[in-house]
């Protein structure tokens, strides 16, 4: 899940729209109806009219590029630039500088900004964009190996969800070559990280741990998970660099 934040020292005031009902002759009535119109028609304060967003190249960042290109951002008197940025560290350093108002961010990174992991920052989330929607992606070669371990339909179809159980013979072919098995995620406090730990774990594959000295969490790995951007999944699989990852879309297709 993925998130748009703002810094704690910005508001989004939005107008809040009344309309009356029916019609009838009570004062009662047209009073309530006269401040529903009031308040139809005024605009609340707005703290600053000029923002500047970031985003990574990512299906889910769409409610940004819908309300830009359809105008929603300049209805409630805001105009919004939006920016794409390299990579979530870029995003989180940007917004904590003040570079940015607010960005398409991952869930985690507020959190960990909060408990001064990387950088100390208290940072505001306003609107989920996301639920779900990651995938798991290998590379041709490792689906080869692969599939004859996953189970089929009648249609001969690999039935999902795909265990890493089927993966882990695959793993073993590799070591065997003098290749660690490597994987890509998107960012450490990401929950593609956390997906794709737990994935292998279930199969009974070690992701690796985490310490105060190594914060790569690679200790004891019989896969080795590392940072990518979004954006260069698919390149840095195709180079051979990295044999699978874990990413939102649309890098999975």
């Not at 119109?37 to 304060?45: P, W, Y």
């Not at 969490?217 to 896969?223: K, L």
């Amino acid at each position: 899940m993925k998130n748009i934040f703002t810094s704690s020292i910005l508001t989004l005031s939005l107008a809040l729209v009344f309309t009356a009902c029916g019609d009838t002759k009570s004062k009662k009535t047209e009073a309530v109806s006269e401040e529903a119109v009031t308040s139809k028609t005024k605009m609340l304060d707005i703290e600053k009219p000029q923002l500047t967003f970031g985003f990574i190249k990512l299906t889910d960042m769409a409610p940004l590029a819908i309300a830009k290109e359809k105008g929603f951002f300049e209805e409630e008197g805001l105009f919004v630039s939006v920016e794409a940025q390299s990579n979530w560290k870029n995003v989180l350093d940007r917004v904590i500088d003040g570079q940015l108002d607010g960005s398409h961010m991952l869930a985690g990174q507020p959190i960990a900004a909060g408990a001064g992991f990387g950088r100390q920052a208290e940072l505001v989330t306003p609107f989920s964009m996301d639920l779900n929607g990651n995938g798991i992606t290998v590379s041709n070669d490792v689906w080869s190996k692969m599939k004859p371990n996953v189970p089929a339909d009648s249609d001969g179809k690999p039935i999902h969800p795909i265990k890493a159980d089927a993966l882990k013979p695959v793993i073993t072919s590799y070591k065997n070559e003098g290749k660690p098995f490597k994987m890509g995620m998107v960012f450490p406090v990401s929950t593609h990280n956390y997906e794709l730990r737990y994935w292998l774990a279930a199969a009974g594959i070690h992701p690796g741990m985490y310490t105060a000295d190594n914060v790569q969490g690679q200790i004891d790995a019989e896969v080795l998970l590392s940072v990518t951007p979004p954006p260069q999944m698919p390149a840095t699989l195709e180079s051979g660099t990295i044999y699978g990852y874990c990413v939102g879309e649309p890098w999975n297709q």
